[in-house]
């Protein structure tokens, strides 16, 4: 059974950094495609993030792009999210996600895409 655990999180202000990570268990990462996704209170998930397995590949998000970096290191089971410039906007639980799809490139936006879920970390962006 393999599983995500989220590390990072937190309050920071506006303008601020934050990288958070996930690091898989019980699966090797190199398999999967990774994905970013995240929920702001009351409102539903949505796509911020996606890197190939091989990593040769990222997808953003328009409202993240140029602000956020997805990034994996499949030696330590681990994809990142680099989140520079932070927005109040961005404030919402992060969470990452993993798929095997062969069609990745085409649907790496849609949660139903991904089979694995790890536990959300909350970030909070005060103004």
């Known amino acids: 059974r393999s599983s995500c655990r989220r590390l990072g999180g937190g309050l920071v202000q506006a303008g601020d950094s934050l990288k958070v990570s996930c690091k898989t268990s019980?699966?090797?990462?190199?398999?999967?495609?990774m994905g970013w996704f995240r929920q702001a209170p009351g409102k539903g998930r949505e796509f911020v993030a996606g890197i190939r397995r091989s990593g040769d590949a990222t997808y953003y998000a328009d409202y993240v792009k140029g602000r956020f970096t997805i990034s994996r290191l499949n030696s330590k089971n681990t994809v990142y999210l680099q989140m520079n410039n932070l927005k109040p906007e961005d404030t919402a639980v992060y969470s990452c996600?993993?798929?095997?799809?062969?069609?990745?490139?085409?649907?790496?936006?849609?949660?139903?895409?991904?089979?694995?879920w790890g536990k959300g970390t909350l970030v909070t962006v005060s103004s």
């Open positions: 996600a993993a798929t095997s799809t062969a069609s990745y490139s085409s649907y790496y936006n849609n949660d139903r895409t991904y089979v694995s």
């Open positions: 019980g699966r090797a990462i190199s398999n999967y495609h």
